[in-house]
Nanobody, 123 residues
């Protein structure tokens, strides 16, 4: 069992930056690929970014490519999402997700989810 807790959300003006953190606990030494999703009111949850267990491979949605950076620190069991040049359309609840295995599979359902953290970007 893995528990994920997000932090770092908040309100920021357009063009600003935020860094989200996702701390994992309760897991053993097995490997997990990690990802970030977001959901705006009235819309479906969408994929944002993912990273392999080793950190060697990353994946980004086209809407955030070049602005967001996902990284991880396996010693601290923490995944980060650095969000730069934020836009009002980035406003959403951001969720951290864990997927069993070393490689992230977009078509597969994540095995664990965090509670979500609100990100609000004002124009």
């Amino acid at each position: 069992q893995v528990q994920l807790v997000e932090s770092g959300g908040g309100s920021v003006q357009a063009g600003g930056s935020l860094r989200l953190s996702c701390a994992a606990s309760g897991r053993t030494f097995s490997s997990y690929a990690m990802g970030w999703f977001r959901q705006a009111p009235g819309k479906e949850r969408e994929f944002v970014a993912a990273i392999s267990w080793s950190g060697g491979s990353t994946y980004y949605a086209d809407s955030v490519k070049g602005r967001f950076t996902i990284s991880r620190d396996n010693v601290k069991n923490t995944v980060y999402l650095q969000m730069n040049s934020l836009k009002p359309e980035d406003t959403a609840v951001y969720y951290c997700a864990a997927q069993k295995g070393s490689t992230w599979y977009h078509a597969a359902k994540p095995d664990y989810w965090g509670q979500g953290t609100q990100v609000t970007v004002s124009s």
